[in-house]
């Protein structure tokens, strides 16, 4: 199989810059000595990748059910680098072959056994793996992981490596080693290739949108909270104290919207109204730009996490849809306004038996905005219906089926 990425060079920068990057400090000096040079053509050797890494025991690191595995990562300054990761495959009768998930854990994570359980408890294959050099034990602050001799560059954001270059920064190898994972997942002789999808929470959300338009191979895509447009969301601060040259240099390299229009596949978006981070500005802006379908899952406040972003039930209805024969989420296939009445077209073989609203009266940061919610009618003519309260300024619907998933329309901002 042939696995494509627009020349690097050729994407748009429009997709990656907003006005305030050109007017920002501009006579600013650059803090690095010498800026390393952009790739001349795809940012990654997606065919290199593509190739099944070499394996190596992890003992004593074990977990019941599953592998505990290193795998071969690019060099990482020079020297070869290696990839902890948990690989789990159900049982499965002879000659039957299983769907696999890529997992890729958020910040502050590594991979986590548990995490695939319930995955291979689903019947799929899956395959969890650090992101920053890491293995699954912890230091003396049990809040950090031990980093391994082999392993590559530390995480998240890469903000301190940007004048490296770029085959040693952050976002460069967890990318790479996403794409190696799904080699490597793909190569077990009970998984099925052609239905592998990859999910990933907060920055491995992040990563998930890159991963999306570099892997080609992936049959659908579930970031979480991640997104792109980092400068306009809760990491814009990040970002800016960058300084404009280095901070073009990162949007241009390591922001997800310079890796999004290439994505061709179904891709499940899930965030909450109030996220700290993936603001919905931004999301909506990221989730626009794949070639592919695209579902949405906006729940009002929905906590920030590795529990609560593992757990949504539509990430697995949505994954049993296209590689499992499942019953896909209900689809909305039209909205639209006038003045206060909104609605929502819908089609699925799937009952909606709740319909709200979801609105703010707010304005300002959109961490802080309170949201409120009103039963929304859904209506004879197979539409959802609902007025806007007076002084509205952000709304959207959200339809609930009888699995209990939800599915979202777009949000709309408003002046009434």
């Known amino acids: 199989m042939k696995h494509r990425l627009a020349p690097f060079l050729a994407l748009s920068l429009s997709l990656v810059f907003v006005t305030a990057w050109t007017t920002r400090a501009a006579d600013a000096p650059s803090t690095a000595a010498k800026a390393p040079s952009n790739p001349t053509g795809p940012m990654w050797d997606v065919e290199a990748l593509g190739k099944a890494p070499k394996?190596?025991?992890?003992?004593?690191?074990?977990?019941?059910?599953?592998k505990g595995i290193f795998f071969e990562g690019l060099p990482y300054r020079g020297k070869p680098t290696r990839v902890f990761a948990w690989l789990g495959i159900p049982a499965t009768e002879p000659g039957k072959k299983?769907?696999?998930?890529?997992?890729v854990h958020g910040g502050g994570?590594?991979?986590?056994?548990?995490?695939?359980?319930?995955?291979?408890?689903?019947?799929?294959?899956?395959?969890?793996?650090?992101?920053?050099?890491?293995?699954?034990?912890?230091?003396?602050?049990?809040?950090?992981?031990?980093?391994?001799?082999?392993?590559?560059?530390?995480?998240?954001?890469?903000?301190?490596?940007?004048?490296?270059?770029?085959?040693?920064?952050?976002?460069?190898?967890?990318?790479?080693?996403?794409?190696?994972?799904?080699s490597l997942l793909r190569s077990q002789p009970e998984v099925d290739p052609e239905r592998i999808g990859v999910t990933g929470i907060s920055w491995g959300g992040y990563l998930t949108s890159i991963i999306a338009g570099v892997d080609s191979r992936l049959k659908f895509a579930v970031p979480v909270y991640g997104c792109g447009?980092?400068?306009?969301?809760?990491?814009?601060?990040?970002?800016?104290?960058?300084?404009?040259?280095?901070?073009?240099?990162?949007?241009?390299?390591?922001d997800p919207s310079v890796y999004l229009p290439a994505a061709k596949m179904p891709m499940l978006w899930v965030d909450g109204t109030n996220d700290f981070a993936y603001t919905m500005n931004a999301w909506q802006k990221s989730y626009?730009?794949?070639?592919?379908?695209?579902?949405?899952?906006?729940?009002?406040?929905?906590?920030?996490?590795?529990?609560?972003?593992?757990?949504?039930?539509?990430?697995?209805?949505?994954?049993?849809?296209?590689?499992?024969?499942?019953?896909?989420?209900?689809?909305?296939?039209?909205?639209?306004?006038?003045?206060?009445?909104?609605?929502?077209?819908?089609?699925?073989?799937?009952?909606?038996?709740?319909?709200?609203?979801?609105?703010?009266?707010?304005?300002g940061p959109w961490q802080k905005r309170l949201w409120e919610a009103v039963p929304a009618e859904i209506g004879a003519d197979g539409k959802i219906h609902a007025t806007l309260p007076e002084g509205t300024?952000?709304?959207?619907?959200?339809?609930?089926?009888?699995?209990?998933?939800?599915?979202?329309?777009?949000?709309?901002?408003v002046d009434l």
């Open 229 to 254: 447009f980092t400068n306009e969301h809760g990491f814009a601060k990040n970002v800016e104290a960058l300084g404009p040259e280095r901070a073009t240099r990162w949007m241009l390299w390591w």
């Open 55 to 66: 394996t190596y025991p992890a003992d004593p690191l074990r977990a019941e059910g599953m």
């Open 109 to 182: 994570g590594t991979a986590f056994e548990a995490w695939v359980r319930l995955w291979t408890s689903r019947g799929y294959a899956a395959i969890a793996f650090d992101t920053c050099g890491a293995i699954p034990v912890h230091t003396a602050d049990p809040k950090k992981w031990q980093h391994h001799d082999a392993g590559g560059p530390q995480g998240w954001g890469g903000w301190d490596q940007i004048d490296n270059p770029r085959e040693d920064q952050w976002t460069y190898h967890a990318v790479a080693d996403a794409v190696l994972a799904d």
């Open 288 to 363: 626009r730009l794949p070639q592919g379908a695209h579902t949405l899952c906006l729940r009002p406040r929905m906590p920030h996490g590795h529990g609560p972003g593992e757990t949504p039930k539509e990430i697995q209805v949505f994954a049993d849809s296209i590689v499992n024969g499942g019953k896909p989420l209900a689809k909305i296939t039209a909205q639209g306004r006038d003045g206060r009445n909104v609605w929502a077209a819908i089609a699925g073989e799937t009952k909606i038996t709740k319909a709200e609203l979801e609105f703010t009266k707010d304005t």
């Open 98 to 103: 299983v769907p696999g998930i890529v997992l």
């Open 393 to 413: 300024k952000v709304y959207y619907l959200n339809l609930t089926d009888d699995r209990d998933c939800i599915v979202s329309t777009e949000h709309e901002e």
